[in-house]
């Protein structure tokens, strides 16, 4: 799900400048230590056992435990993010793939026959799943927790060693990672390296056994070539175009609400984000309507503070005040605190707080851009 705007910086410093190069060849001797010292320890130890897998799979659910110092953390580093969407489209769904790969590792490490060429008669042919090695996954900006974990889910399931280089567009949340993944992981099991272009640019020369990227294609070009030194198996989740279908037969009013969900979610930073729409000619004009209607749904700010929000009087063109949404937070032009914990209480679910056709004025003194409590 990686963004469709250069989401990895990091390894851009591969076609930097002369002076950039110098940080990368003094940023390497560090990250070969790393990767040397993981390589010992999967030397160690080939093939663990599918209770030793299970058990790096546990800790690392027990990573995903600061729920709450997770979407701090990413709210601090976009600016605001609803606290709902990290939990679902990040916390949610790296935990509910370890706990599938800790259910079925066993059965993923079994041996299995396959048929066997006359030719090779009377040998037998079966495939069994090894560890490749020392795995590096390199991670972009726009889903921080999901797109670095997730990868590293499948790596320590397959019994492999991880080095993990997070973008340095989320500090704060790289840094939570950083220290969560150290109070529970040993270093040659798996360790994450924070930094820059530099960094970036000498993780992706490494020799690793594989190297996981998620973003860009023209970085991934870049990341594939840098790898390609080594002659490392490569595997790039990379953006693209996502065409949304509509014939003549659909139900335009049922179906945009869902198209728009789809599209907006995490500000649209996602790769299989509708990019377009191809809709027969004569149902254009209902298309944009329910395009129109249900974004409006969706996210009721956005309608008030893209159309014009009187700053001074602090109420919308129409005259009513603001109704939230996700992107209020970070949209909304109203300033005061006792405001946004007015449009808080009164906008979320289930909210019994106070629902006066005006709230009352504030002092003017700016808040703080922290989500109100409660």
């Excluded at 503070?305 to 005259?319: C, E, L, M």
């Amino acid at each position: 799900m990686n963004a469709p705007h250069e989401p990895v910086a990091s390894v851009a410093a591969l076609h930097a400048s002369d002076a950039t190069k110098g940080n990368v060849a003094g940023a390497a001797p560090a990250l070969h230590e790393r990767l040397a010292a993981a390589r010992a320890g999967f030397d160690a130890d080939r093939f663990p056992s599918a209770a030793a897998r299970r058990d790096r799979l546990a800790r690392l659910l027990e990573v995903l435990d600061d729920e709450r110092g997770f979407v701090a953390a990413i709210d601090a580093d976009f600016g605001h993010r609803s606290a709902h969407e990290t939990r679902l489209a990040e916390l949610y769904v790296v935990a509910a793939e370890a706990r599938h790969a800790r259910r079925h590792v066993a059965r993923w490490m079994r041996a299995r026959s396959v048929a066997t060429p006359l030719r090779l008669w009377p040998g037998r042919a079966s495939v069994m799943p090894q560890p490749r090695g020392v795995v590096g996954v390199i991670s972009p900006w726009n889903y921080p927790v999901q797109l670095a974990l997730a990868p590293i889910v499948g790596a320590l399931a397959a019994g492999n060693r991880v080095l993990l280089k997070p973008s340095e567009l989320t500090p704060a949340t790289s840094a939570l990672l950083a220290s969560r993944i150290a109070g529970r992981f040993a270093p040659d099991e798996l360790t994450v390296i924070e930094g820059g272009a530099d960094v970036g640019a000498a993780f992706a020369a490494l020799p690793f056994d594989h190297l996981f990227f998620t973003g860009s294609t023209s970085v991934g070009r870049s990341v594939a070539l840098a790898a390609a030194q080594n002659l490392v198996p490569v595997t790039l989740e990379l953006g693209g175009k996502s065409p949304a279908i509509f014939d003549a037969s659909a139900d335009v009013a049922r179906l945009a609400p869902r198209l728009m969900v789809g599209k907006l979610l995490n500000a649209g930073q996602t790769c299989i984000a509708p990019d377009y729409a191809l809709v027969p000619r004569a149902e254009v004009d209902a298309f944009v309507a329910a395009v129109r209607a249900a974004t409006d749904t969706l996210y009721p700010a956005a309608r008030r503070t893209v159309g014009g929000w009187n700053r001074r009087s602090r109420r919308g063109t129409s005259g009513s005040p603001c109704t939230g949404g996700s992107l209020c937070w970070r949209r909304c032009t109203i300033r005061s605190s006792r405001w946004r914990r007015w449009c808080w209480r009164t906008t979320r679910p289930g909210a019994r707080g106070r629902r006066s056709s005006e709230p009352r004025r504030s002092t003017g003194r700016r808040s703080s851009g922290r989500l109100p409590a409660g």
